[in-house]
């Protein structure tokens, strides 16, 4: 999903940002390139295919479930907010937490929810869900069901991976502030080889869905961040680190998206890429953290990259749908334009519907400006409205779903 997770008090790493800019455009590279009925693509003066590198896209993903449980932990460390956990205070800090996180995901997911429900009941975008799958959606639990994983926006099956981790960090947290990292690290990738092992010998299965699949991703991205943090290496062997980790991952990305891009598929070999991905990624984010003088570090922090980063998590929401309706709309009135110039006009579309996102939705709720009013800035009220926003979708859904079963809207 992707990550949503941001530094934005102490700790702040702009090139953080930049490498979330990375990972939805490259999953959004992924969905271009489907759109336009898998066109070749061969770089011009090397003669380069780099087909297998766009179709690895999907690995955004990845990457954005690696950052989040690097930035939280990041965060966490470097400001010591949930530091003071004790048995007194665990439960007020766990909620403090997650108040923080409703407050980051859910406005631009409900928007998102508020647009493509009514377009999927005017018969515009997709068919219109069950009650029971809105249900699920508003929880974001609906991996619970296979039907329901992608039913509404094909990005959203990644979105319970990243609440459901959310929902316990206050617990994975506590060995890395009791210093026992390499246990917490044993036990999550120990989860996830048994539940991908156990895949393969049953066949594929709902499991892939659901959050022991990953969770190695999540807590390798945390043991990064207690890395990055306790300064471990010099200044020297985290700048050689940040470019050996980049080029392992574009090359092994190239090399796999060239025989196997499927790579998920239960077998021993997942295993293998999955520890590949985890290292290749966990390596560049100490890198990028720990040596801010290389030129890989001062692009991933440039403002271009940084304000792609920022409005990333309404780019990965909004850039399906957003792809497809334009596209279709293309279609429907016969604009007969060259392939490059469509392609201009969908990534100006999925920007421009992506930063109206941020700004009128993401921002105000996570990290509302001092020219707002002050009673808004309480994160109490604005906490109170996402709550009253979960339960007006979901009666508006139960409404038009007698509605249908009664046969008033065909």
């Given at each position: 999903?992707?990550?949503?997770?941001?530094?934005?008090?102490?700790?702040?790493?702009?090139?953080?940002?930049?490498?979330?800019?990375?990972?939805?455009?490259?999953?959004?590279?992924?969905?271009?390139?489907?759109?336009?009925?898998?066109?070749?693509?061969?770089?011009?003066?090397?003669?380069?295919?780099?087909?297998?590198?766009?179709?690895?896209?999907?690995?955004?993903?990845?990457?954005?479930?690696?950052?989040?449980g690097f930035v939280l932990t990041w965060q966490v460390l470097n400001e010591r907010r949930l530091a003071t956990f004790s048995r007194a205070s665990f439960w007020h800090d766990a909620g403090l937490f997650l108040r923080r996180r409703v407050l980051r995901v859910y406005p631009a997911y409900l928007a998102c929810l508020s647009v493509l429900l009514p377009f999927a009941w005017l018969g515009i975008y997709r068919t219109p869900p069950a009650l029971a799958d809105v249900s699920l959606h508003l929880a974001m639990f609906h991996n619970l069901d296979m039907r329901y994983v992608d039913s509404i926006n094909g990005v959203f099956w990644s979105m319970p991976f990243e609440w459901q981790f959310y929902l316990i960090f206050p617990l994975l947290i506590l060995p890395i502030l009791q210093r026992k990292t390499r246990w917490l690290l044993l036990g999550a990738v120990g989860v996830a080889v048994i539940v991908k092992l156990?895949?393969?010998?049953?066949?594929?299965?709902?499991?892939?869905?659901?959050?022991?699949?990953?969770?190695?991703?999540?807590?390798?991205?945390?043991?990064?961040?207690?890395?990055?943090?306790?300064?471990?290496?010099?200044?020297a062997m985290r700048s050689r680190m940040t470019w050996f980790a980049a080029v392992a991952l574009i090359g092994g990305a190239w090399i796999i998206g060239s025989h196997d891009p499927l790579w998920w598929q239960p077998g021993a070999m997942p295993i293998l890429r999955g520890a590949w991905i985890d290292i290749g990624v966990a390596s560049l984010l100490i890198g990028v953290c720990g040596s801010s003088a290389t030129a890989l570090s001062r692009l991933l922090a440039s403002r271009v990259m940084v304000w792609l980063g920022t409005i990333s998590y309404s780019v990965y929401l909004w850039h399906v749908p957003t792809l497809e309706l334009t596209h279709r709309a293309l279609l429907v009135h016969d604009i007969a334009l060259p392939r490059l110039a469509i392609v201009g006009i969908l990534i100006a579309a999925i920007l421009g519907v992506s930063a109206l996102s941020y700004y009128a939705v993401e921002r105000p709720f996570h990290s509302p400006t001092a020219t707002l009013n002050g009673r808004w800035r309480n994160p109490g009220l604005r906490a109170m409205v996402v709550g009253t926003w979960i339960v007006a979708i979901f009666i508006i859904a139960a409404t038009m779903t007698v509605l249908t079963s009664s046969g008033a809207i065909r």
């Open positions: 999903m992707p990550s949503v997770a941001t530094v934005d008090r102490q700790g702040h790493v702009d090139a953080l940002t930049g490498v979330r800019a990375i990972a939805a455009g490259w999953v959004v590279a992924y969905h271009l390139w489907l759109n336009a009925g898998h066109p070749p693509l061969v770089l011009p003066l090397v003669h380069l295919d780099v087909v297998p590198l766009v179709t690895m896209g999907w690995l955004g993903v990845d990457i954005f479930f690696i950052l989040s156990v895949s393969a010998w049953n066949g594929p299965g709902p499991e892939r869905a659901q959050l022991p699949w990953r969770i190695d991703e999540f807590v390798v991205g945390m043991a990064a961040a207690a890395i990055a943090v306790r300064s471990i290496g010099s200044a």
